[in-house]
């Protein structure tokens, strides 16, 4: 009925008529304004900070520093919320000034007096590891940590995260050609349209609301009374739209700031955002990463052995850098069987901003790695690339590089999406044309996979109140972050009750007080959790609808049915009650009632998921491993090194579309994000690693009308566990486009192009090998 239907969102009126509201739009009159004092130096002491001159600016309240702040950091607490020994990357957080205006905090900002002394800084991660490296954490043995988080104390790794599977010695054994190569790139930048922003109030009874810009508010509930001692059930999280996250809002940083601002003005309400300049390096940013691939393969192109190292760049603070890592490694691999793995991951520390999820969460910088190495193999085989792709392709029945065992329903069918890419990008016509002396086309293809590597214990939550004229109200704790996850909720549940879709009401904003917990608006989880709890909530509300109406018409529960607006008897569909005659109970014409409002509750936590054993990896991370097969098409100029994206395809088993143009959108969005990162995107970073470009004038995306065409597409081999067997699509897109891109510009260039981004200096310096 509406499964599979292009449905208008729900909150696109009030989106297009400029009627939506998101947190910086929540001003209000009387309240205090927050201006960040950061550090000028990646790497340097802190020896004093003088901010009377500050206090002394007309409207100023007061000015806060790090001094006897706990350390935080979900895996690791190693991050202090504002600096107070040292900083540790361009850009830190050293003082909070609160005043009147935004005009006056500024001000008095620029009157806060810090005296520094340089400090030696680390600009990769393999500088980091080093002998002669400066330590960016000499405490780091002392931090408390959970229990799955392994720092190396007297180094720069936070956490190393280790794959082992099968015999290596085997492997290497059986293999007949063997190719080995390193890849890289820098940090970069989320760049959503929205930047990060929260205000927080203290209330005389000791209740503490927050309004943000997150992704996560239930994490911030929890880890504001983890780090300062409040009563959890007195912290409020509120958040309305979002102005797009792509995992950098997923952290807790800005709301933290609100709260020790709210508390040093006697909790007054504060508003703290981010200026551009500040979102792009002051808070989270993408990850960087170094890696080395070895891959192992028979004649006919069997892979026996890989052999991976990822150096994760996590930036000054670990954070969520370690769960990136990680997931990166729990599919190291790719979407490929190969029995004997290796892997390293290894979250280090560096003078960068710190980093944070971005769109697949450790998956596109793995696929980087991954796809370009199976590029060069085929190569070394004279082997098509697609067939070699095809050759050693995942399937029912083969296990994870944590050795979790698929079936047809967790990993879906990667054959197929290679064989329709292979029809939607002509791959059989031609991989690499001359068009003249100067101009070439080249394809380039890659796979993908994904899991999601959540906590063990996420969960999500569902209401659904009815009204008395039958339509229903529906509560999720799934952030609107801009992916229309709610309106897919909407949509499941109006197939479940078989109504129509205007007769549903969604609320968009959360809070944490009232709307029922969903663990964070991540890694693809939203329609496949919130949607088993919407289903659950659906049937509670059907067994209630259920037993009025037995009551009511006299017949037993198990022979009704709910949908159209009635509860009906399954065998004669002209025995029946308008469900708006009992959403709020019924009265019988004597004056009894029975009943009340029908009012369903549901939820779901994520099933028979183990943390990872930290000698072998072995474990079970997420619950599905969704698999894509992507290609990019490009017009090289050999003279100048430029070149024109002309066509991306990505092909994703999605298992079922739910709603196909949010699909498609999704789809699409994510590969230009892909493009977009792999071709201009990057910080430059001069010999101190401050960040020289933390501006969009600088710092340059891709815009309107340099886009290519895009074509997405469906495989449908249902996730048996899902909402009508559909799996989580926000970021996959996204994850082998870059290495599509890259394998492309390769084969045009006639050299390995394996550093992001792709200037056109980026390819001249490897074709003069510089």
Not at 421 to 436: A, C, M, S, T, Y
Request: net charge neutral; with cysteine.
């Amino acid at each position: 009925m509406m499964i599979g239907k292009s449905v208008i969102r729900k909150e696109a009126w009030d989106k297009v008529t400029g009627r939506a509201k998101y947190t910086h739009d929540k001003l209000q009159q009387g309240m205090l304004h927050a201006h960040l004092v950061t550090s000028p130096y990646a790497h340097a002491l802190i020896h004093e900070i003088h901010f009377e001159k500050a206090l002394s600016v007309p409207g100023v309240r007061a000015v806060v520093t790090g001094k006897g702040l706990p350390l935080t950091g979900e895996d690791l607490r190693d991050r202090p919320p504002i600096a107070f020994d040292k900083v540790r990357y361009h850009g830190e957080v050293v003082a909070i000034v609160v005043a009147d205006t935004p005009i006056q905090a500024e001000k008095g900002a620029n009157l806060v007096q810090i005296v520094y002394e340089p400090l030696p800084t680390v600009g990769s991660p393999r500088a980091a590891l080093q002998a002669d490296a400066p330590l960016i954490h000499e405490n780091l043995g002392s931090y408390e940590k959970n229990d799955h988080t392994y720092p190396e104390p007297n180094t720069n790794i936070a956490h190393r995260t280790k794959i082992r599977k099968g015999n290596m010695e085997k492997g290497w054994s059986e293999s007949e050609v063997v190719i080995e190569t390193s890849v890289a790139f820098s940090p970069s930048d989320h760049l959503a349209m929205e930047t990060r922003c929260a205000t927080a109030e203290i209330f005389p009874d000791g209740r503490i609301e927050i309004t943000a810009s997150t992704q996560s508010p239930f994490m911030i509930k929890k880890l504001i009374s983890t780090y300062f001692g409040e009563d959890v059930g007195k912290v409020v999280v509120h958040t309305p739209l979002v102005g797009g996250g792509y995992g950098g809002k997923a952290p807790v940083q800005l709301e933290l700031l609100a709260y020790l601002a709210s508390k040093a003005v006697r909790g007054r309400k504060v508003s703290v955002w981010n200026t551009r300049e500040q979102d792009m390096i002051t808070s989270p940013v993408h990850i960087g990463m170094e890696a080395t691939v070895k891959l192992g393969c028979t004649k006919d192109g069997m892979i026996k052995a890989a052999e991976i190292l990822f150096l994760f760049d996590g930036g000054a603070y670990s954070d969520k850098a370690i769960d990136v890592t990680r997931a990166a490694a729990v599919d190291c691999t790719g979407p490929y069987r190969i029995e004997n793995v290796w892997c390293d991951s290894l979250c280090i520390y560096t003078n960068h901003p710190y980093a944070s999820p971005f769109r697949s969460f450790g998956h596109c910088e793995q696929a980087f790695a991954i796809e370009r190495a199976m590029d060069i193999l085929a190569e070394k085989l004279g082997m098509d690339k697609l067939e070699l792709r095809l050759k050693n392709a995942i399937l029912p029945g083969h296990t994870t590089p944590t050795r979790v065992l698929l079936n047809r329903s967790n990993v879906g069918n990667l054959p197929a999406c290679i064989k329709r890419l292979r029809e939607l990008i002509q791959w059989d016509q031609w991989q690499r044309i001359e068009l003249n002396a100067r101009t070439v086309r080249a394809k380039g293809v890659s796979c993908s996979w994904k899991t999601s590597t959540i906590d063990t214990e996420a969960s999500s939550g569902a209401i659904v109140t009815f009204n008395p004229d039958g339509s229903v109200n529906l509560m999720s704790g799934v952030v609107e972050i801009g992916t229309g996850s709610k309106t897919v909720l909407a949509q499941i549940l109006a197939e479940k009750l078989k109504m129509d879709m205007d007769d549903i009401h969604v609320k968009m904003d959360i809070d944490t007080q009232s709307t029922p917990e969903h663990w964070k608006t991540v890694a693809s989880r939203g329609t496949f959790m919130g949607g088993r709890a919407v289903l659950n909530a659906a049937e509670d509300a059907i067994r209630q609808l259920k037993a009025i109406a037995a009551c009511v018409l006299r017949s037993p529960i198990e022979d009704l049915e709910v949908g159209y607006g009635k509860v009906f008897v399954r065998d004669d569909p002209a025995i029946f009650i308008p469900i708006k005659d009992i959403a709020y109970g019924y009265k019988y014409p004597n004056g009894n009632a029975i009943g009340g409002q029908i009012i369903g509750r549901g939820n779901y936590t994520l099933r028979h998921l183990t943390p990872l054993d930290k000698e072998t990896g072995a474990g079970k991370p997420g619950p599905e491993w969704t698999v894509c097969a992507h290609a990019v098409e490009i017009e090289f100029d050999k003279r100048d090194c430029t070149y024109q994206i002309l066509k991306a395809v990505s092909v994703v088993d999605v298992g079922e579309v739910l709603n196909w143009k949010a699909a498609i959108g999704q789809i699409i969005g994510a590969m230009s994000m892909g493009l977009s990162f792999a071709s201009r995107e990057t910080f430059l970073f001069d010999r101190y690693e401050r960040v020289l470009n933390p501006q969009i004038r600088t710092y340059q995306p891709i815009r309107f009308g340099e886009h290519p065409e895009y074509i997405a597409d469906f495989i449908k081999t249902p996730q048996i566990d899902a909402p009508y067997g559909a799996r989580g699509a926000g970021e996959h897109g996204l994850i082998g486009i870059p290495a599509a891109l890259a394998n492309a510009l390769s084969i045009a260039a006639g050299v390995p192009l394996n550093k992001l981004p792709l200037f056109p200096e980026q390819i001249w310096r490897a074709q003069k090998g510089k």
